[in-house]
């Protein structure tokens, strides 16, 4: 008898949130997944564009799983390690439930890294298994397998032109993975799914995480079932969600909060979108989401050119968008409710109920504007790699400036030494290929960020403990908090790179907004002589505009995070010119 048949098929239940929280108290992802398709079976957990653009593609929960279990069959190791380089993908997900079958563990690699750290990566996690799309597999299948990794099996996501001898000379056996290549008509037994389910611990470490080194070396970081589902049934008990989410999926699949997104798919909270950063713009109008989750820089992309949009209509071109005028309410009701409602129906996101940021701290200004102008406040979340991305999140309630409330299952506390300490059970427990001590011995793993504590629990991040610089002064200064600060006062300014350490007087290195060119003379002197009124901030002798930051010039790690010593270093290599 087939899977499917023993499945209930049913209508979503009338207490969704309940039914979720339940299903993320299973022991196992795995678990979770097989729980949500035997109450779920027909239901949708990812769709893509056919030829045409239009998202008509998609594979429901009852597939996903047939998938996975042949995938998991064709898996030549048993717990294998598998690193996955690829762009977002919907044959990913029953990818990743194979590998959690088999008891392996997924090892993320990032698509942009170059081939040097691919290797690096792949001989670092020692994996046995990759898995690739046809862009990936062309930067990679000029290695030297046999030599530099223990890579025995390669598992392809869609058509690759594999060169000549290619099995034979890397001693490598390829499978394709797609469904048109698997035998879908081979009975599904679900005592077979079971038996392999029952095998997973909660603490059976599940992914493997480089760390994006905003400030050092990236470091290989094992994340459990239970570190993945605690944050997952954090998140749920805050949002309080009680639908199942159209949610844009472009987020680099490598990065730990696109991985936790991902799994809520597994829980049946979201239904994901394939989709890109660059054609995200179009797609949104397909999509029609209910919830986006996004880095600063999208927020950041969108507001500019809302407020190119908006400064072409000749009452509004004096407007401020981030602190409308009290005493002009026809204005502020005319940006808000009329153009500003506009706009998010042009944009595809009227029906967006959840705008959440995370990855990197969100610009003040760029909250105030989606606030007063769209009418949205944008919920920051909080975490990191060892946390399995979960710490905190505003929820309900939205606090500006913070990056939310503690978790459930999470502790926190601020040192003495001002940095944010946490443990709990989102909290990676290390032991793979760490030499040095991470958790301290009263159990709590110092995050490296400086942070404050409300009364009400709700987080205050003050920058990283490797951007705390002093100048000449004596003074120490967080470069990310003073770039932050400017950031909020500038409209002008997109990134900006404090050069301050050891200077009487500092340097910013700066990129411009989408409407802006340039900076006249008189712009850049006026900035200066406001900067030079804060109290709070360095002083500041220079503006020095570059074209852009991106992750292929080295300046942003692939969630659009600035590495501030990269561009600082290269600042002082190159020694450029003030443009004025």
């Not at 987020?251 to 991985?259: I, R, Y």
């Not at 179009?282 to 919830?291: A, F, R, S, V, Y």
């Not at 913070?402 to 459930?408: D, F, N, R």
């Not at 990134?495 to 003379?521: A, C, M, Q």
Request: proline residues 4%; charged residues 25%.
């Amino acid at each position: 008898m087939g899977l499917k048949v023993l499945f209930n098929q049913r209508k979503m239940p009338k207490n969704y949130f309940e039914e979720t929280y339940n299903i993320a108290s299973e022991p196992s992802l795995a678990a979770c997944f097989f729980m949500l398709c035997k109450k779920r079976p027909d239901e949708k957990i990812v769709y893509w564009k056919d030829q045409e653009g239009n998202f008509s593609n998609s594979l429901s929960n009852y597939e996903v799983l047939k998938f996975s279990y042949l995938i998991s069959q064709i898996l030549k190791s048993n717990n294998p390690k598998v690193g996955i380089i690829s762009s977002n993908n919907p044959y990913l997900y029953p990818v990743e439930l194979a590998v959690f079958l088999k008891k392996g563990v997924s090892i993320s690699i990032y698509e942009t890294d170059s081939l040097e750290t691919v290797s690096s990566k792949l001989k670092l996690s020692q994996a046995d298994t990759l898995v690739c799309d046809e862009k990936s597999f062309s930067k990679i299948k000029d290695m030297d397998f046999k030599s530099n990794s223990k890579i025995k099996q390669i598992l392809l996501l869609e058509k690759c032109n594999v060169p000549e001898k290619f099995e034979d000379k890397n001693e490598i056996i390829i499978e394709e993975v797609w469904p048109s290549k698997l035998n879908i008509n081979k009975p599904l037994e679900e005592e077979k799914i079971r038996e392999m389910i029952s095998t997973i611990k909660k603490d059976d470490i599940v992914k493997l995480i480089f760390t994006s080194g905003t400030t050092g070396t990236p470091k290989l970081i094992p994340l459990s079932h239970h570190n993945f589902l605690t944050t997952l049934r954090g998140w749920i008990k805050l949002m309080n969600w009680s639908k199942i989410h159209r949610l844009p999926s472009f987020l680099p699949n490598a990065h730990v909060f696109q991985s936790a997104a991902v799994y809520l798919g597994f829980l049946g909270i979201f239904q994901h979108y394939i989709t890109s950063k660059v054609d995200l713009g179009l797609d949104l109008k397909k999509i029609k989401p209910n919830i986006l989750i996004a880095v600063p820089l999208v927020y950041d992309t969108f507001k500019g050119k809302i407020i190119d949009k908006l400064k072409g209509l000749p009452f509004l071109k004096n407007f401020n968008f981030y602190q409308p005028p009290k005493n002009n309410k026809i204005l502020n009701f005319l940006a808000r409710y009329i153009f500003g409602r506009l706009i998010v129906f042009k944009l595809g996101l009227e029906k967006c109920q959840w705008f959440i940021c995370g990855g990197a701290p969100l610009h003040n200004n760029t909250f105030d504007f989606f606030d007063n102008v769209l009418g949205v406040k944008i919920r920051q979340g909080y975490g990191m790699t060892e946390t399995a991305a979960g710490i905190s999140a505003n929820g309900g309630d939205v606090k500006k400036g913070s990056a939310g409330i503690v978790l459930e299952g999470v502790q926190v506390k601020i040192g003495s030494d001002g940095l944010l300490y946490v443990k709990g059970e989102t909290v990676s427990q290390f032991g793979y290929n760490f030499e040095e001590k991470i958790i301290k011995d009263d159990g709590y793993f110092c995050t490296g960020d400086y942070a404050e504590l409300d009364e009400e629990n709700f987080i205050y991040l003050k920058g990283r403990s490797g951007n705390r610089v002093k100048m000449a002064n004596g003074k120490y200064y967080n470069i990310e908090q003073v770039s932050e600060d400017i950031c909020s006062k500038f409209s002008e300014f997109h990134f900006v790179v404090p050069v301050i350490e050891s200077r009487n007087k500092g340097i910013l290195v700066v990129t411009l907004n989408d409407h802006l060119d340039k900076l006249g003379p008189n712009e850049t002197n006026n900035i200066l002589e406001s900067l030079a009124e804060i109290k709070k901030l360095p002083q500041f002798e220079k503006i020095v505009v570059y074209e852009e930051f991106t992750v292929e010039n080295n300046f942003l790690t692939p969630t659009q995070k600035i590495k501030f010593k990269e561009v600082i270093n290269h600042y002082l290599k190159t020694n450029e010119k003030l443009t004025k």
